[in-house]
């Protein structure tokens, strides 16, 4: 059973190009998070989906972010006109219906760097 | 808002000797979780703690859960280098029964020494 996989690992941008990082969630899960972490930080939440919904967003920041989870492929972190602030490691995390324990899985992470 | 404050930030300890890492957060949940990350990797699950008085053990780790002090501890037994990593606790926003998501301490960063 795949893990959580998400790519690139790592991904190098000039300001003001867009970054797209993608996830696909663990077989059988269906719910998908997306995490930021900064360095010696711990994660910060930014969004959280199902198939083709967005559940919660109250960590997105309002301009320039997006994200999806179409009903067919990988779910998407979108960032458009990236600026150096956006340099950070983003965690996808997918859990399964349990909604008991709600284990977060997480990927390896996209190390993202803004030039 | 909710927030979870770990202590310490730091740890540098002598292999064999016995430490606890504290997690402390601020409004009601029931439910708790341990991560390990090793540097430039990504987060490995250790604990679920699902009730009040809950206590798992693996290894020379154990965590336990007080929901009414809103404390959740990890506790070291003998380290070894091994365990050197950093350990994260994460509260999850949901409470009775829904999916939420985690709201993450800042980490404490364990350095186990000969």
């Known amino acids: 059973n795949a893990g959580v996989m998400q790519n690139p690992r790592h991904l190098v941008r000039r300001r003001g190009q867009e970054a797209r990082l993608r996830c696909s969630p663990m077989?059988?899960?269906?719910?998908v998070y997306w995490y930021r972490q900064l360095p010696e930080e711990g994660l910060k939440f930014m969004v959280y989906l199902q198939k083709e919904n967005i559940i919660d967003e109250s960590g997105m920041p309002k301009e320039r972010f997006s994200a999806e989870f179409p009903k067919e492929g990988p779910s998407i972190l979108r960032i458009q006109q990236v600026v150096r602030g956006d340099s950070a490691a983003y965690f996808c995390?997918?859990?399964?219906?349990?909604?008991?324990?709600?284990?977060?899985?997480f990927g390896a992470g996209t190390r993202l760097s803004v030039l | 808002e909710l927030k979870v404050e770990q202590n310490p930030l730091f740890l540098s300890m002598q292999e064999g000797k016995n430490y606890t890492i504290y997690c402390n957060y601020s409004t009601t949940s029931d439910r708790l979780y341990w991560y390990r990350q090793d540097p430039g990797k990504s987060l490995e699950s250790l604990f679920v703690?699902?009730?009040?008085?809950a206590v798992k053990q693996e290894g020379r780790l154990m965590a336990s859960l007080d929901t009414k002090a809103r404390l959740s501890t990890l506790h070291i037994t003998a380290a070894v280098h091994d365990l050197s990593a950093t350990y994260f606790c994460a509260v999850d926003m949901g409470y009775g029964g829904s999916q939420g998501n985690l709201i993450f301490g800042k980490g404490t960063k364990l350095s186990v020494k000969p």
């Open positions: 995390a997918s859990s399964g219906l349990s909604k008991a324990k709600n284990i977060q899985y």
């Open positions: 703690l699902l009730s009040n008085g």
């Open positions: 077989k059988g899960h269906s719910h």
